[in-house]
């Protein structure tokens, strides 16, 4: 893999790593890698040639769906399948799945319940070992474990018990609006509100000896506001503009914001100047 200025390829979803809660970004694309950072302040420019391409079993289709699958693969795959983002409607027990090899190694593993600071407090839940992707993926600026559970459904299950009482969902606009969400939140004490309203049927799977609150800081130009009008490749096809910051799967551009996800299996041509 080549780290490039400019390329030309099938998109897929922004990379990301972190160091001591600094994230640094990658842009996929065909077989090139782009480092998205110290492109902070420079003008990028991307155009959708209008090929599009599955991003499981590379057909060239018309149309994408779910960030990125052909209709096939969408309709049959079981990361597709709507348990994906509801998970307490599992149905592997059921013997239902569209792919048991799948529902083993994805779901049938434990599972973390967490709260995350990023538009505001909002709970949500990752496989275990996953949790930093999910939660840069979701511009959480702090975030901490609230319960380790056997299986995606049981994660699920505590997580709609919450939902009762705080958000499951970012608003993905105040996500992008403000470099750091909200610092007076507490997450310690957020935490010990939330175990104190968790079902005893849920209490042994507490994780109440870990209170460390993650902290991330994101690539952004700190004299520029964020204009949170999101742009559709498909309406626009050339994309150009100062980056000015990159959060989630999100670049900010001086005139909207591009869900990269979104656009996977787009080819993109890419030009910085």
Same mark, same amino acid.
């Given at each position: 893999?080549?780290?490039?200025?400019?390329?030309?390829?099938?998109?897929?979803?922004?990379?990301?790593?972190?160091?001591?809660?600094?994230?640094?970004?990658?842009?996929?694309?065909?077989?090139?890698?782009?480092?998205?950072?110290?492109?902070?302040?420079?003008?990028?420019?991307?155009?959708? $040639?209008?090929?599009?391409?599955?991003?499981?079993?590379?057909?060239?289709?018309?149309?994408? #769906?779910?960030?990125? #699958?052909? #209709?096939?693969?969408?309709? $049959?795959?079981?990361?597709?399948?709507?348990? /994906? *983002?509801?998970?307490?409607?599992?149905?592997?027990?059921?013997?239902?799945?569209?792919?048991?090899?799948?529902?083993?190694?994805?779901?049938?593993?434990?599972?973390?319940?967490?709260?995350?600071?990023?538009?505001? *407090?909002?709970?949500?839940?990752?496989?275990?070992?996953?949790?930093?992707?999910?939660?840069?993926?979701?511009?959480?600026?702090?975030?901490?474990?609230?319960?380790?559970?056997?299986?995606?459904?049981?994660?699920?299950?505590?997580?709609?018990?919450?939902?009762?009482?705080?958000?499951?969902?970012?608003?993905?606009?105040?996500?992008?609006?403000?470099?750091?969400?909200?610092?007076? /939140?507490?997450? $310690?004490?957020?935490?010990?509100?939330?175990?104190?309203?968790?079902?005893?049927?849920?209490?042994?799977?507490?994780?109440?000896?870990?209170?460390?609150?993650?902290?991330?800081? #994101?690539?952004?130009?700190?004299?520029?506001?964020? *204009? $949170? !009008?999101?742009?559709?490749?498909?309406?626009?096809?050339?994309?150009?503009?100062?980056? /000015?910051?990159? !959060?989630?799967?999100?670049?900010?551009?001086?005139?909207?914001?591009?869900?990269? !996800?979104?656009?996977?299996?787009?080819?993109?041509?890419?030009? /910085?100047?």
């Amino acid at each position: 893999m080549t780290r490039a200025a400019d390329g030309r390829g099938c998109l897929r979803e922004l990379r990301h790593q972190h160091d001591e809660g600094i994230v640094t970004y990658h842009l996929p694309i065909g077989d090139e890698e782009i480092d998205l950072n110290p492109l902070l302040g420079k003008t990028i420019s991307l155009t959708a $040639t209008g090929k599009k391409t599955c991003i499981h079993c590379g057909r060239i289709v018309k149309k994408l #769906y779910n960030g990125g #699958y052909c #209709y096939p693969c969408f309709s $049959t795959l079981a990361e597709c399948d709507l348990c /994906i *983002v509801k998970p307490h409607e599992c149905h592997f027990h059921e013997g239902t799945c569209r792919d048991e090899s799948f529902g083993q190694s994805h779901c049938m593993i434990p599972h973390y319940v967490y709260l995350a600071v990023s538009s505001s *407090v909002k709970v949500g839940l990752t496989r275990r070992g996953r949790q930093f992707i999910r939660w840069v993926d979701q511009g959480a600026s702090r975030a901490v474990l609230l319960a380790e559970l056997p299986t995606r459904k049981d994660a699920g299950e505590l997580e709609m018990e919450i939902a009762k009482f705080l958000p499951d969902k970012t608003d993905w606009r105040k996500m992008l609006a403000h470099a750091v969400a909200d610092p007076s /939140i507490d997450l $310690t004490e957020v935490k010990q509100d939330v175990i104190r309203r968790i079902p005893a049927t849920h209490q042994a799977f507490v994780l109440h000896e870990d209170f460390t609150v993650h902290e991330f800081v #994101y690539p952004r130009l700190d004299d520029q506001a964020v *204009v $949170t !009008k999101s742009i559709s490749m498909d309406k626009q096809p050339t994309v150009e503009g100062k980056l /000015i910051g990159i !959060k989630g799967q999100y670049l900010l551009l001086d005139d909207g914001v591009l869900n990269i !996800k979104k656009h996977s299996g787009y080819e993109i041509s890419v030009h /910085i100047d």
